[in-house]
């Protein structure tokens, strides 16, 4: 027989074979038998695998630092790589890794330091047999524990200046200007008093032609060289600015403020004149309008320092309102009341619109010979009870026992009079 006939026998013994059901359902049964057990040799295998990036757990609250006043500072989020042994099936589960916990041993934190803190990892829910722990890439993490301390500091503004830090000709900086006078720091004690002042530190690094407001870096400066702040922060993050003022000198003609001006000097205006007549001055760099004006108010003067005479009186370069450019020493202003005349009288001190405390009183309410000044024919019909003195308590804090304070004169009529020079009261508060 042909190797071909034998071969087309077989086959059809096979087919004849193949077309029974119980036969093929005993195969497909054999077969599945033999996977099941091939599968689950593997699944049941064990196996090592590393679970990367697993967090350390800090449970310090109700622990023993916590129990004696201490917290932790800085880094509080540590991460390790953790090897794990055990049954594939188990390991390989997507869940697996959120069995695994991570924690540091607190309990021998008791003082004020930098410790090292052993860590150690388990496996919940399952027992050795399953799956162990074998390695930990870290077998410890360094934490600083102190007692925590707030303070408030003065503040003293710096400006740090860059490479493209340029003034502009004719510019001039002022000193600069902080939003707030002091700032509270909080961290721990140790760090803490070694605190001798703070700075509060701006920079700027281009051309300053108007005047700038910048957010500083708050920087704390230590008793000894070297101090380390590390773990000191600004109380609430609250945020402190330095302002740079910045003038730019314009040429002016001088002219003055009056305070306290009768009526019709009001409405009539005033013949006074100012020397020198031109003047330089610094202005608000970023006052437009300020800088190309061509009068400038350089000071303010009151009424009640002019006299019925030829008023010559002296301004200071640095009591007046700007800056005024080099050589200036001051300026003299001239108001010329000599046409006028004065009087004396008896003014009384208002008690009732004074606004004072129930438990205090005016210990003489009469100012006796208080000057007038003004034209003759109003002065002349001026009667002491057209005038009155208020107490003014703005800024004044009333104690016990006598109080002196000054006042300001009000005229229930219209006049073009004004009172000349400085008075005072005295209250008595129980």
């Given at each position: ?5 034998e071969k087309r ?28 057990m091939l599968v ?142 002091s700032v509270t ?246």
């Amino acid at each position: 027989m042909t190797e071909t006939a034998e071969k087309r026998r077989f086959d059809e013994k096979l087919s004849l074979l193949m077309g029974k059901k119980s036969v093929v359902f005993a195969l497909s049964a054999i077969i599945a038998i033999i996977v099941w057990m091939l599968v689950s040799m593997n699944q049941t295998n064990e196996i090592e695998r590393t679970f990367v990036n697993v967090r350390v757990q800090l449970n310090v609250e109700g622990s023993l630092p916590a129990n004696n006043n201490l917290t932790m500072y800085g880094n509080d989020d540590f991460y390790v790589d953790v090897s794990v042994r055990g049954k594939s099936y188990l390991v390989n589960a997507s869940s697996f890794a959120d069995r695994i916990s991570v924690t540091a041993a607190l309990n021998s934190v008791t003082t004020p330091g930098t410790y090292s803190l052993p860590i150690s990892a388990t496996i919940e829910g399952y027992s050795a047999n399953d799956a162990s722990i074998v390695g930990i890439s870290k077998s410890s993490i360094s934490v600083y524990f102190d007692e925590a301390s707030e303070m408030t500091y003065d503040l003293t503004a710096e400006i740090v200046t860059g490479e493209s830090y340029e003034l502009p000709e004719n510019f001039k900086r002022g000193e600069a200007v902080l939003s707030t006078g002091s700032v509270t720091l909080t961290g721990p004690a140790m760090q803490m008093n070694r605190i001798s002042s703070v700075k509060a530190v701006a920079a700027i690094d281009d051309t300053l032609s108007n005047s700038e407001t910048l957010l500083a870096e708050i920087v704390p400066m230590g008793t000894v060289d070297g101090a380390s702040f590390e773990y000191v922060t600004v109380k609430d993050n609250a945020q402190i600015y330095v302002t740079i003022p910045v003038t730019r000198l314009s040429t002016y003609k001088p002219v003055v403020s009056f305070l306290n001006m009768p009526k019709y000097y009001r409405e009539n205006g005033l013949d006074y004149s100012v020397s020198p007549q031109e003047i330089g001055a610094y202005v608000p760099a970023d006052d437009s309008v300020l800088v190309k004006a061509e009068e400038l108010s350089v000071c303010e003067i009151d009424f009640s320092r002019l006299r019925n005479e030829e008023n010559r009186i002296e301004i200071a370069a640095q009591d007046a309102l700007y800056e005024l450019e080099e050589g200036i020493n001051g300026i003299t202003v001239t108001v010329d009341f000599s046409d006028l005349d004065s009087s004396v009288a008896d003014v009384a001190v208002s008690q009732e619109n004074a606004g004072l405390p129930s438990n205090s009183k005016i210990a003489e309410t009469t100012l006796r010979n208080v000057q007038v000044i003004g034209p003759a024919e109003e002065l002349q019909n001026l009667e002491d009870a057209e005038i009155y003195a208020l107490p003014v308590l703005d800024g004044i804090t009333l104690k016990s026992g006598s109080n002196t304070v000054p006042v300001k004169f009000v005229f229930r009529t219209l006049t073009d009079c004004w009172v000349f020079g400085t008075y005072s009261v005295e209250i008595l508060v129980e």
